[in-house]
């Protein structure tokens, strides 16, 4: 009896746990600017709609968004609409969509869905987010014109939080 109730003991001791550090694991953690940031390491990817996207180039231009999503991710889906809708609201940057550990099919079903119109790829074989360490979805990352990366954000993002940033982070704001 008394073994029985050192288990159960134990048993809630670990649920309250996993409860306590799980608390706000559905909110974004965001990295503030980074005064050792690193480049941003180049890619070329082909695009869902045709094409090619390469960062360096679109660098040479103005700065980067690049959001890390799959169609099965629950916050990935959330977010979609608000980047999106920055992605319009902000000109002066570009956006594009990684779409990781996900079918072409389904990522390109997805954006039609909702009308993403900024580019969309598929990291088929995980080089992308490899050579970024991207372990968890969504992530997004601002990339600067000289392709530092000042600010990583995990977890969903809102249209009213990435504009700020945006605007702290590169120095843009909508309408430009």
Request: proline share 4%; net charge positive; glycine share 8%.
């Given at each position: 009896?008394?073994?029985?109730?050192?288990?159960?003991?134990?048993?809630?001791?670990?649920l309250?746990?996993?409860a306590y550090f799980s608390a706000?694991?559905?909110r974004p953690i965001v990295g503030s600017p980074d005064p050792d940031a690193r480049v941003a390491t180049d890619f070329k990817v082909d695009l869902i709609d045709g094409g090619s996207f390469t960062?360096?180039?679109v660098l040479a231009d103005r700065p980067v968004v690049i959001n890390f999503w799959a169609s099965w991710c629950p916050p990935c889906r959330q977010e979609m609409p608000d980047l999106e809708q920055v992605s319009r609201d902000v000109p002066g940057v570009r956006f594009i969509g990684i779409a990781i550990d996900d079918t072409e099919s389904n990522a390109a079903s997805y954006v039609?869905?909702?009308?993403?119109?900024?580019?969309?790829a598929v990291d088929a074989n995980y080089a992308i987010s490899d050579a970024y360490g991207?372990?968890?979805?969504?992530?997004t990352w601002?990339?600067?014109?000289?392709?530092?990366?000042?600010?990583?954000?995990?977890?969903?993002?809102?249209r009213e939080s990435l504009t700020a940033y945006i605007k702290q982070d590169l120095g843009v704001s909508a309408g430009n």
């Open positions: 009896m008394r073994r029985h109730r050192t288990l159960i003991a134990a048993a809630a001791i670990a309250a746990l996993a706000g694991a559905d960062l360096s180039a039609r869905q909702i009308g993403v119109t900024y580019p969309i991207i372990n968890v979805l969504p992530q601002l990339v600067t014109r000289n392709g530092t990366i000042v600010r990583t954000i995990q977890g969903a993002v809102t």
